[in-house]
């Protein structure tokens, strides 16, 4: 028997801008994820490429009035879905529902002295909806789309003076929200900005030229982490009962052999990830990050209070989401390539891959877990998990994804033995997915990831209506367990 607490959040996982849809309504502003759209050209796989946004392509976004064009401009609706999801989901017996706020709505321009009271109603009523399911909600305040106008009329987050717009922003919303809301997670995948500076942080990178690109990316980083930092200190001042979590991805990068200097370049490349969860959970700069940015004459500029700031102000529990993992080896020429979140590696031949060429690798979770608990002993939250592939519906209406059910059941199977034999705190557990939503690299929707099916194709066609997939009904049997889950229920 596997066994997890009582408060123990098993959930679902989503994100303002790949769902809400509705993108003008209410006094919504124009975000950075209104700027992204599907590009068949671009191969899917190529990620740089994929996520590349740069002036022509947002004046194209700003001009362009077909908003068929602009895949999160539409999401899947849950805007005006969002009673019956929940309802279908809370029939699916979620303890918990992750969602992320639109800054745009709640501050269209990110410098308005009032926030647009519509945008926080949507927010309040969407929270009182998931408490009448007795429903926690996880709320993630950024989550790649802040306004677009922050990014136009300012150096975006390297300019230091976002960092009080957005501390603005996300303390009207904490306040407004406070009765309902116990978990916060002030940034998506914080160290995502290395990886895609603009969906991350509003950089683009030829509004700098004559800049040091890098040196703009971890300059902006740090106002992150002063960011996230005032939220820690904003809701322990003012709300005891608040937790405060920091949020990194979790992609997994072994050694491809064991030849010491593939091992040592395993290593390196994962403290990559891990200084910005220590600076979160240590509050400070690791001497090895410290050391890099001084090799790549990257300096940062720190204000007088900062150091002490970050010490005083760390994260509660370390949020993490997890889909797959890579090899890595001090010298790759000609090694065969892999995918993963955003970034490639190499092939691991223990491995499959999803269609997207995402590696499988339940195990990887475990190793996550373990690794991530020994460093900080900190709580952990799997906050994203799931498998994104092009599912069918048949005509009788149905989604057969055995291959999801596959991968969840792998994956939850090791989670639950890590609870059980190797001592780590878990406060919950979240799909990624829980309707289909736009993809966050690709802004495909066929990439699906969801328990409910929605139709809807890659160009905006579709009724928007929602199917429950098999999946559905697994993890409808497992929540069902709640927190005794017999170890043969994950037998195939
Ligand atoms: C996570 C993001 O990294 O991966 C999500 O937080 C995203 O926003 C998820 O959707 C899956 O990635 P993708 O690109 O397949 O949507």
């Not at 879905?81 to 529902?97: N, S, V």
């Not at 500029?301 to 005083?312: C, I, K, R, Y």
Request: proline share 3%; net charge negative.
């Amino acid at each position: 028997m596997y066994k997890v607490n009582d408060d123990f959040l098993w959930g679902v996982a989503t994100s303002a801008s790949q769902i809400e849809g509705a993108w003008k309504e209410d006094g919504k502003g124009m975000s950075i994820a209104d700027c992204l759209r599907f590009r068949p050209a671009i191969d899917v796989k190529d990620y740089k490429k994929v996520n590349e946004v740069d002036t022509e392509e947002i004046e194209q976004a700003l001009s362009d009035t077909n908003d068929k064009n602009w895949a999160k401009r539409y999401g899947v609706d849950f805007y005006h879905y969002y009673k019956e999801d929940i309802a279908q989901l809370a029939e699916m017996g979620i303890k918990a529902f992750r969602f992320s706020i639109g800054w745009t709505r709640i501050f269209p321009e990110g410098t308005e002295d009032q926030p647009n009271q519509m945008g926080l109603d949507y927010y309040l009523e969407l929270v009182k909806e998931l408490r009448k399911y007795q429903i926690e909600p996880i709320v993630t305040l950024s989550h790649y789309d802040m306004p677009l106008a922050i990014v136009l009329n300012s150096d975006s987050w390297y300019d230091r003076q976002t960092i009080a717009l957005y501390e603005k922003f996300a303390t009207t919303v904490i306040d407004y929200l406070s009765e309902y809301v116990n978990y916060w997670i002030p940034f998506n995948e914080i160290d995502s900005i290395i990886r895609h500076p603009f969906a991350s942080a509003g950089l683009v990178k030829d509004r700098f030229t004559g800049k040091n690109f890098e040196e703009v990316i971890y300059q902006s980083m740090h106002h992150q982490f002063i960011a996230s930092a005032l939220v820690v200190d904003y809701c322990h001042k003012n709300y005891p009962k608040m937790q405060v979590g920091c949020m990194i991805t979790k992609t997994t990068i072994y050694p491809y052999d064991s030849h010491p200097e593939n091992i040592l370049q395993s290593m390196l490349q994962m403290r990559e990830v891990y200084a910005f969860s220590g600076i979160q959970v240590r509050g400070e700069y690791p001497a090895y990050l410290l050391k890099k940015l001084e090799n790549e004459h990257i300096s940062l500029s720190f204000s007088e209070g900062d150091p002490t700031f970050l010490a005083e102000n760390t994260a509660d529990f370390i949020a993490f989401s997890y889909y797959s993992s890579v090899c890595t080896a001090a010298d790759t020429t000609g090694l065969k390539v892999s995918l993963a979140n955003t970034t490639k590696g190499v092939y691991n031949k223990y491995l499959q891959q999803t269609d997207w060429g995402w590696q499988i690798d339940p195990v990887g979770i475990r190793i996550s877990l373990v690794e991530l608990y020994d460093r900080y002993n900190k709580p952990l939250f799997i906050v994203e998990n799931g498998l994104g592939a092009a599912d069918q519906l048949t005509k009788e209406g149905r989604v057969h994804d055995t291959y999801r059910i596959d991968y969840l059941r792998q994956h939850i199977q090791e989670v639950l033995r890590s609870v059980k034999e190797d001592g780590i705190e878990l406060l919950g557990y979240c799909t990624w997915g829980a309707m289909d939503m736009i993809s966050a690299s690709t802004n495909q929707m066929s990439k699906r990831y969801g328990f409910l099916y929605v139709d809807l194709d890659d160009f905006g066609n579709g009724t928007f209506k929602r199917y429950k997939k098999d999946s559905y009904f697994w993890y409808q049997k497992l929540l069902d367990f709640d927190t005794e889950i017999p170890e043969n229920f994950f037998d195939k």
